[in-house]
């Protein structure tokens, strides 16, 4: 069986579940399920990064001791997950035994085969305790980190380096052939123009630092919280006879470590290469970054109190094409939920429903064939199209398609008048509507799993109306 391994990234605890995390994550998912409807072996893994100074302080605040409050977080990040119908194989947390073991494996081959320095170097600089990383004075804005608006301080220490310069020409060839498929296309470039600027060793430990893995070659030092954390995706392939990625699903912000930092420490143990990475773009709420301190984090809840689980999946990916940037704003996610799934998919489904009651349907397979020859659609056309737009991640595009479908379906029937007809001429105008509608809902199950299984009730067998599907807003 063809195997198809995604990741998301792993989110740090520090930070409790908001709709930024949900967002690749619903995406992550929706691809998981495509690629099992075509057959494969699909697998998301998807966890928590645990490990660091910032976890360390924040669990001080609490009173708790880091593990206790990696716990909850934790738990609440998978509990979204479970909320929101993700199909994960696995939730990770960097915490986890085998995961422990795994990063130390790692990290003692890297040393082994010479890719760590034998002996920590020293190293003088500004450190943003927010970033968990050193700054270069070119990365600062007056004076002040970016992402934190805090003054990163002055800092000395000694760390273990990884030779990340060794890898420069290796993974510059390596990405321009798409052996390592950088997507989209502008973050490739992004990706290029960086490695052709020079690379430079990176610190991969941090001494005087107890919340962490500890070096197996020296334990007075632990692993730099990002470089163990990506070795997740190692743990969990590698154990599985599941390695390598197919695609790892990452924001835009990380980008640079597992385009880079991480394809070159597996080509420093020889392990095979993830196969494609996806960069997603970030949004605003109205306008607005989302921020703890402006107070507008949405959290996946709110969401799902408002749309539903299904309506939540779907205005997330809906909004706008997933690589970009977008705005998400409350008015026009009721646009969308009230146009396309309480008016558009909600209405088609009701009015079939009823016009089917007093009459029966077989229960064929719909057939791609038999939808074909009886609309005179494009609509073996829209399936091709629809798997094109998953494969290229433009989630947006795929639902566009499906809702040309509905549209079509929706104007087969007007202009038919089934309502008119009566006996054999009914049941086969409304034969081929429900096939049509069966036929749609497959290419519906990966983003809407719950509507599609209902609708698939709905329509075997005796055909009754039921409640709305999406209650109108
Ligand atoms: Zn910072």
């Excluded at 993974?171 to 470039?189: A, F, Y």
């Excluded at 055909?463 to 709305?468: H, M």
Aim: glycine content about 6%; proline content about 5%; some cysteine.
């Amino acid at each position: 069986m063809n195997k198809f391994f995604i990741t998301t990234p792993i989110y740090y605890v520090n930070d409790v579940p908001h709709i930024g995390h949900a967002y690749p994550t619903v995406a992550a998912d929706v691809l998981t399920r495509y690629w099992k409807c075509k057959g494969y072996d699909a697998r998301l893994l998807v966890g928590t990064d645990e490990h660091g100074a910032k976890i360390a302080e924040a669990a001080k605040k609490h009173n708790q001791q880091p593990k206790d409050y990696a716990d909850k977080i934790s738990e609440e990040f998978k509990q979204a997950w479970e909320k929101l119908d993700i199909d994960f194989v696995r939730f990770i947390r960097t915490t986890d035994e085998d995961h422990i073991k795994m990063a130390q494996k790692f990290l003692q081959k890297l040393y082994d085969k010479g890719a760590i320095d034998a002996k920590p170097r020293l190293y003088k600089g500004l450190y943003c305790v927010g970033h968990e990383k050193f700054m270069s004075p070119e990365e600062l804005v007056n004076g002040l980190c970016p992402d934190h608006q805090t003054k990163p301080i002055e800092h000395s220490e000694e760390n273990y380096y990884f030779k990340l310069t060794a890898y420069q020409k290796q993974l510059e060839q390596l990405i321009t052939s798409d052996t390592i498929k950088i997507s989209p296309q502008s973050r490739k470039n992004e990706i290029l123009g960086k490695i052709k600027q020079g690379l430079e060793d990176i610190s991969i430990s941090r001494a005087n630092l107890e919340w962490g893995i500890p070096l197996p070659f020296d334990c007075s030092h632990t692993a730099y919280v990002w470089i163990e954390a990506l070795i997740n995706y190692y743990t969990y392939g590698s154990q599985n006879n599941f390695w390598p990625a197919d695609l790892h699903l990452v924001g835009k912000d990380i980008l640079w470590f597992h385009a880079i930092i991480w394809p070159a420490m597996l080509l420093a143990i020889d392990e095979k290469l993830p196969k494609q990475i996806f960069a997603h773009g970030f949004f605003t709420v109205n306008g607005q970054k989302m921020s703890k301190t402006l107070g507008n984090v949405i959290s996946p809840d709110q969401l799902v109190e408002k749309y539903g689980v299904d309506g939540t999946r779907y205005v997330l990916l809906a909004a706008f094409p997933f690589g970009e940037d977008g705005d998400f704003s409350w008015d026009a996610l009721d646009r969308l939920y009230n146009a396309d799934l309480a008016n558009g998919l909600g209405n088609l489904v009701a009015r079939v429903a009823k016009l089917c009651e007093n009459i029966t349907i077989s229960d064929n397979n719909p057939s791609i064939n038999k939808l074909v020859t009886s609309i005179p659609t494009t609509s073996g056309d829209i399936t091709t199209l629809y798997a094109k737009a998953l494969e290229n991640y433009r989630f947006d595009e795929a639902l566009k398609l499906i809702w040309d479908e509905i549209r079509i379906i929706d104007h087969y029937i007007n202009n038919q008048q089934p309502w008119k007809l009566k006996g054999q001429n009914l049941i086969n105008v409304m034969q081929v509507v429900v096939d049509a509608i069966r036929y749609l809902n497959l290419k519906l199950q990966p983003f809407l799993p719950e509507t599609s299984e209902k609708i698939l009730k709905q329509f075997s067998g005796a055909i009754k109306s039921q409640p709305p599907l999406f209650p109108r807003i």
